[in-house]
């Protein structure tokens, strides 16, 4: 639960970076008139399609989430517009949270993989390279 709310403070809005002189946020909920809390839109600066189709396939995993898409206004921009519905009385937020946290395991497991193998085979090598003197 703590993770939740330190995510939610994060992803709220106060993650900001300095682009020519102002803030700017890296995280903003655009909210269209007439939706409720179940259906939320966010645009994600400096991202691409990897985060975009990485965060959209760990959303949609959740089967109380009606729909979950992405996109990109253009190539050379770097923002993602993703937008999910949820189904019944549960936040769109909170997929978005739980899809944000799951992604961030799995990166953080492949990593300590790879350093694990990497160790590994400087370990053998290291061996062999003893072993011929």
């Known amino acids: 639960m ?3 709310q330190e995510l939610a403070r994060k992803v ?4 900001t970076s ?3 002189g102002e803030r700017k946020t890296a995280l903003e909920m655009v909210q269209a008139a007439g939706t409720g809390r179940h259906c939320v839109a966010r645009v994600l600066h400096k991202e ?3 985060l975009g189709n990485s965060l959209h ?5 959740n089967l109380e989430v009606e729909f979950c898409g992405y996109t990109t206004t253009h190539p050379s921009e770097s923002k993602i517009y993703l937008r999910i519905q949820t189904r019944g009385a549960l936040p769109a937020v909170e997929p ?3 899809g944000l946290n799951e ?3 799995v990166c953080q497991h492949v990593l300590d993989k790879f350093e694990a193998s990497i160790k ?12 011929t003197f």
């Open 2 to 4: 703590e993770d939740d």
């Open 12 to 15: 709220s809005g106060l993650k």
């Open 18 to 20: 300095m682009a020519e």
């Open 48 to 50: 691409n399609q990897t």
């Open 57 to 61: 396939y760990m959303i949609m995993k």
């Open 96 to 98: 978005f949270q739980r």
């Open 103 to 105: 992604l961030m395991n």
């Open 120 to 131: 590994e085979y400087k370990d053998q090598k290291a061996c062999r390279n003893e072993s």
